[in-house]
């Protein structure tokens, strides 16, 4: 009995030495490289490539859909968390369509920043993703995101409006919280979308609020701290092509 649970304890401790070095083996194959100033991990294996910073500097980004290294192409999918975080230089960046997830605080922080547009070949973003971007006054948003997560757009003060797709089912906690220059938001939606504790809190020019949906969904508002300013806003629900309007305030539906 006794050879038999050594037998085993060796058996265990191979396999747990196949593992170890297996992952050791696996990890080898992501290699941190530089191509035109932009830095990234490659996998060697399934040839792809994510972002994870700068080595210096740059006003206008634009990140190649595939680059070559060392003989091998590969596809650029992912920005990785917190790839530009701080870079208050940059004002332009290009993603290519063949990114399909950026990271969390992958903006955070950039102050600079003007405009991005994100292709429709992204999937997901990060929590706080272009939290307190001070100067950007664009985001086109593409169709296929299902969530806007937490505090994505927070501080983003010379943001004047947003466009949610239809594909959004959440907005996030603080999701728009402080963006003080925001005065209209659409979400097309013709489905429930959920609204996150605070996502348009201190919004204090926020002025229209437009629903696209089957029915008015009111039930969908029923909290005062998604809004900053609820005195004077108004939204608008669109259903079967007429605009109706629901004072915030009172809690009245007109026609």
């Known amino acids: 009995r006794q050879k038999a649970i050594g037998w085993a304890y060796k058996k265990a401790f191979a396999l747990c030495l196949l593992l170890f070095f297996g992952i050791l083996a696996q990890a080898a194959e992501i290699e941190r490289v530089v191509v035109s100033n932009i830095i990234y991990d490659i996998?060697?294996?399934?040839?792809?490539?994510?972002?994870?910073?700068?080595?210096?500097?740059?006003?206008?980004v634009g990140i190649p859909s595939s680059f070559e290294y060392d003989g091998t192409k590969y596809m650029v999918t992912s920005l990785g968390n917190g790839c530009f975080q701080n870079r208050v230089n940059i004002k332009a960046v290009n993603i290519p369509s063949s990114v399909k997830s950026i990271g969390t605080h992958c903006f955070y922080d950039c102050r600079g920043l003007e405009t991005v547009s994100i292709p429709s070949s992204v999937e997901t973003i990060g929590r706080w993703c272009f939290q307190n971007c001070t100067s950007l006054s664009e985001v086109l948003l593409p169709e296929g995101l299902e969530e806007l997560p937490r505090r994505c757009f927070l501080g983003c003060n010379s943001l004047v409006s947003i466009r949610i797709p239809e594909s959004v089912k959440k907005i996030?906690?603080?999701?728009?919280?402080?963006?003080?220059?925001?005065?209209?938001?659409?979400v097309l939606s013709e489905d429930y979308c959920e609204l996150g504790e605070c996502c348009f809190y201190a919004c204090p020019r926020l002025r229209y609020f437009v629903i696209h949906a089957k029915t008015p969904p009111a039930i969908i508002i029923t909290e005062t701290q998604h809004y900053g300013n609820v005195d004077q806003l108004v939204v608008y629900y669109y259903y079967k092509k007429i605009f109706y309007i629901f004072s915030y305030k009172f809690f009245e539906f007109k026609v």
């Open 172 to 186: 996030g906690e603080s999701c728009f919280s402080n963006c003080n220059s925001l005065k209209v938001a659409f």
């Open 43 to 60: 996998d060697k294996e399934a040839k792809e490539a994510q972002v994870v910073g700068l080595e210096e500097d740059m006003v206008n």
